[in-house]
């Protein structure tokens, strides 16, 4: 049976999620694992990141990041 869909409101607008994601797109995106994500410091932040933001800002989706070119790992030496 495939999951049952939920809608809520996100950024102010009503999306349809699966209910069993709702909430753990921060567990799958690969940029809250990154040294090169701030989003608090969006000046600073990843280029991607902030391309990503701005697309899921203006559709209002939300898309966990995979694999991505500019990876490197937040607890790597030197970081």
């Known amino acids: 049976m495939a999951p049952e869909i939920v809608f809520y409101v996100h950024h102010d607008i009503r999306v349809g999620v699966r209910e069993d994601l709702k909430g753990k797109h921060r567990e799958y995106c690969l940029c809250y694992q990154c040294h090169n994500f701030t989003p608090e410091d969006r000046g600073n ?17 939300t898309t966990p990041v995979w694999e991505c070119p500019n ?9």
């Open 45 to 61: 932040n990843c280029a991607i990141a902030n391309a990503l933001y701005a697309l899921n800002c203006l559709a209002g989706i």
């Open 71 to 79: 990876f490197y790992p937040q607890n790597a030496e030197g970081s």
